[in-house]
């Protein structure tokens, strides 16, 4: 018996290629293969339930028979087709993916690229497919025995349907994006505030309440200082950044206590003033610099970026001054010499944060401390005031204040403060006064010079009735031009340390008078030089602060810094 050359399974396969060369091997199983089992525009999934459901853009034909798992009947379109619409209403197409669809009407061997508008030309067409390299197929009759398989069989079918089942599926996946976007924001906000309120119960920092400490005098709302409203630095970041707090890294010493510079891990350099135990000034000071200072914002004052507040530790925590005080260029020989131009750009830049203290903040503020020491440079030697632990808070129609706490560095305090206890912002005019004539001099307003003056001012007031004042100009300020505007300069400060404060001018005249905005200026009139003795009753104490100052002064009654 002769064995036949092929077996009859692959000649079966051979034959169904034949007839069917895309899907004769990608055919279904179980109960798809019954002959409509879904009816017309009917799509069978054996892995469904139930396994039948209607093509996108039909409804079931008859919903009862339908629902009772009868499917025979089939599906209709929802929307009938408009073929020969306008090119705006035109019928479009839905893409069915991983589906079989048996038999065809029409093959086309064209380009693939034309069988949409080649199927839309033609109304009898429902569907068409791509077929490769061989062109494409066309079916014209209703669409049954269609059957959906798993991903990597059957192919890819294009059903035609009215243009508005396109508008409804272009609006459901707008609908899709927006829900999807919509949970995205909702999710990332819900996120952020979750994340804010752990950091918020892990960062919870420390309220201190002023109650007593804090001059009364201040207006309502800063009676409590929130410090959880202020950046707070761990002890032991402070300590690694200064190295231990070491002596190589100490800037200086105030009232307050010692100041070091430091750098933090992010590479930001900083300065960290530390209270001393030992120190005269205490909470109240510091209270009042986190209060003030956190409050103002200019380019001519300190700013503050935090403090620390830990293990009977004070501190507070400034940005770097890389040209360290104003002081310690213009006393110290050895240092750097200030040109005048620096020198100038200084009595300005000064000037300008005083308008601001004074009339530009929100808050008008007396400094009380005005001094060299407390002028710090930066890397283009542009003045910043600091130290506001002295600092008051004047209200809206006020001009003057009176306080039985005199504090402050002698030689810098005007007379009504020194012996009466008033300050105004004529108080900080006349340290500025001070400050003029210490920059132009180089000298300090130290006690008793060999022509029986009493401090500096009084040593200039007699050159200055002498016509004489050029003798005293800083000797490393060189050029007739600069040698004109020191002696202005000179004449400013004497205007500014006058006895009476209605006679001494605000700071924004003397930026005036400073720009040559007021040609003229008046003649100055004796400063105020001797120390009256002061009358204390039994209700009244002035309150002695000692001095850490370079100023090595001591008086009875009052002693400044």
Not at 279 to 299: A, R
Not at 442 to 469: A, C, F, I, M, P
Not at 473 to 501: F, N, Q
């Amino acid at each position: 018996m002769t064995r036949p050359l092929f077996p009859n399974s692959l000649l079966l396969a051979a034959v169904l290629w034949c007839f069917f060369p895309r899907f004769s091997t990608a055919q279904g199983s179980g109960p798809c293969q019954i002959s409509d089992k879904c009816g017309q525009f009917g799509v069978c999934d054996s892995r469904d339930s139930p396994i039948c459901s209607c093509l996108p853009g039909f409804l079931p034909l008859i919903n009862e028979q339908w629902n009772s798992g009868n499917w025979s009947g089939g599906c209709s379109r929802r929307r009938p087709l408009h073929c020969n619409a306008t090119a705006r209403e035109k019928d479009g197409f839905l893409k069915l993916q991983i589906v079989m669809l048996y038999g065809y009407s029409e093959r086309w061997s064209g380009p693939q690229s034309q069988c949409e508008t080649r199927c839309l030309n033609n109304c009898s067409c429902l569907a068409y497919a791509s077929d490769g390299a061989d062109g494409c197929r066309f079916w014209t009759g209703p669409l049954t025995n269609i059957q959906k398989f798993p991903s990597g069989s059957g192919s890819i079918i294009f059903v035609r349907v009215s243009n508005s089942e396109l508008d409804v599926k272009k609006l459901s996946n707008k609908i899709v994006v927006a829900l999807a976007v919509v949970a995205f924001v909702v999710v990332s906000v819900g996120a952020f505030l979750c994340w804010r309120l752990i950091a918020k119960h892990r960062g919870k920092k420390e309220t201190i309440e002023l109650g007593n400490v804090v001059d009364q005098s201040l207006p309502d709302g800063l009676n409590q200082a929130n410090i959880d409203e202020l950046p707070l630095f761990t002890l032991a970041m402070l300590t690694t950044a200064t190295s231990g707090f070491s002596e190589a890294n100490k800037l200086g010493k105030g009232g307050f206590g010692p100041v070091y510079k430091g750098e933090l891990g992010d590479g930001r350099e900083i300065a960290v003033k530390r209270l001393s135990q030992a120190s005269t000034q205490g909470m109240q000071e510091f209270i009042n610099e986190v209060v003030l200072i956190s409050k103002l914002q200019h380019k001519n004052l300190v700013r503050l970026l935090g403090c620390c507040v830990e293990s009977k530790e004070t501190m507070l925590v400034y940005e770097c001054m890389p040209n360290k005080s104003l002081d310690y260029h213009l006393f110290d020989s050895s240092q750097e010499i200030l040109d005048w131009t620096k020198r100038y750009k200084i009595i300005e830049g000064v000037c300008r944060g005083l308008v601001y203290l004074h009339r530009d903040s929100r808050l008008k503020i007396i400094h009380r401390d005005l001094k060299p020491s407390n002028i710090l440079l930066d890397n283009d030697w542009n003045p910043k005031i600091s130290d506001f632990g002295m600092a008051r808070i004047f209200g809206a129609k006020q001009d003057h204040m009176s306080t039985v706490r005199v504090v402050g560095t002698y030689g810098y305090m005007a007379p009504e403060y020194a012996m009466e206890g008033r300050f105004s912002e004529k108080s900080d005019v006349y340290s500025l006064g001070v400050l003029m004539v210490e920059i132009a001099t180089g000298r300090r307003n130290k006690t008793w010079y060999q022509d029986g003056s009493s401090n500096l001012l009084g040593h200039v007031w007699k050159l200055w009735n002498e016509d004489n004042v050029g003798a005293v100009i800083d000797r490393r300020i060189t050029g007739s031009k600069e040698r004109v505007e020191v002696m202005r300069c000179i004449h400013i400060g004497l205007l500014c340390v006058e006895a009476s404060p209605s006679d001494r001018p605000s700071v924004s005249a003397v930026l005036s008078m400073l720009r040559s905005e007021v040609v003229e200026l008046p003649d100055p009139k004796q400063p105020a030089l001797s120390v009256r003795p002061i009358h204390l009753d039994s209700a009244q104490e002035i309150q002695v602060c000692s001095s850490s100052s370079a100023n090595n002064v001591s008086l009875t009654i009052v002693d400044g810094r």
